[in-house]
């Protein structure tokens, strides 16, 4: 009896281990010299311009990407008008680049106008607002590059926006965006305000404002459009004509009620803004799926920092050996959170989809120098959609693409 039981045990586990080996890939680990060939150029017109001379070796494990059978260029994919892609050069301003890209492609879709709207204009502004919270939390709030996708609603409705030309953040002669220095004068000099508790507001914001004018610019109080004079907030009320408050942001967190606003419990949402709708993971992917087959972008933001994301190989993928495609749930996602694997590292635009063995892949426009380096598709990435299930945290689109979740939050 105990010999039968020993063999009906070694069949079984022999047919579990044939099922097993059938249904999920082998990744295997390599290690790199890790390469960013386009930042390095970055790099290199930078230093000419402040006449620096300094160089970093970085190494990384990567994933063997060449055993992917990932879609092979742009044209594979269905997708929608976006400007094309530009880099935010040695700076953390990916949420503002990412976010404006993804407003753009809105204009478009509801108008079929092609605008290029200025970043760094948003930029300036959302550094005058963390100062200004630097002071009412009394050196508490966090003063860094980051934010999130919404802060460009909430700077857009209180400043407006302008066209790229009428501000682009750039000294004379400057090659590519640079905020090293910038960042390093307005940190140093709210830690002399938390130090001598010198916590006038006008005199911080007037001074950050004199740092910022410095190194992008002073912002245009007014620009000419069609050969009319008006403010950025004007320009956007009369000629952009986005609704800003049709637009939400949506994560899924399970460790919270779902259909709830909820906070984006992250660093570099500095306000503590609760202007997220959780969901299920189930119901954030099915989100993804519809919106882009029914002619949506959307801004998307998450972790960048995994072996199976380069910038050579464009694409982005869970290997088998962090977890295989049919264990990533809700669990392994909020796993991943906690133990601080998954950050908020990044912010890009989702324009396009292909389906492919089953599964979706995800066309994304990235600001970031990484994928400068792709020989074949620079400026873009492919996502699995393994990826976006397990690495991508939250997005931002319009109500009208998720009617079923605006009905049960009554919006």
Known sequence: MKKLILVSALFLASLCGTSFSQ???????????????????VETSLHAFYHRNDTVVRKAISVDFSKFDAPESISDFTRYWANPSISQGNTGTCWCFSTTSFLESEVYRLTHRKMKFSEMYTVYWEYVDKARGFVESRGT???AEGSEANAVLRVWKEHGVVPENDYTGLLNGQPFHDHSKLIAEMRSYLQSVKEENAWDEATVVNTIKSILDHYLGTPPAEI???GQMMTPKQYLDNVVKLNL?????????????????????????????????NVPLHVFMDTIKHAIRSGYTMAIWGDVSEPGING????????????????????ARIFRFYNGTTGDDHGIHLIGYTH??????????????????????PGYFFYSEDYVKLKMLGIMLPKSAIPEIAKKMGM
Not at 254 to 276: F, G, L
Not at 312 to 331: L, T
Request: glycine share 4%; hydrophobic share 35%; no cysteine.
């Open 312 to 331: 050579q190989a464009g694409i982005a993928v869970i290997p088998s050996y962090d977890i295989p495609s049919q264990y990533i749930n809700a669990s």
């Open 224 to 226: 000419k459009v069609d």
């Open 23 to 41: 249904v999920t890939q082998r990744d295997s680990a390599i290690f790199i010299q890790q390469k960013n060939e386009f930042f390095d150029s």
């Open 245 to 277: 408050d049709d637009y939400v942001s949506i994560v899924s967190f399970s460790d919270r009620p779902y259909y709830t606003w909820t906070e984006y419990n992250v660093a570099d949402n500095w306000w503590h803004s609760k202007a997220y709708i």
């Open 356 to 377: 492919k063995d089953g599964k979706d892949w995800y066309l994304i426009k990235d600001s970031a120098s990484g994928i400068r380096n792709n020989k074949t598709h």
């Open 141 to 143: 709030s966090r003063f």
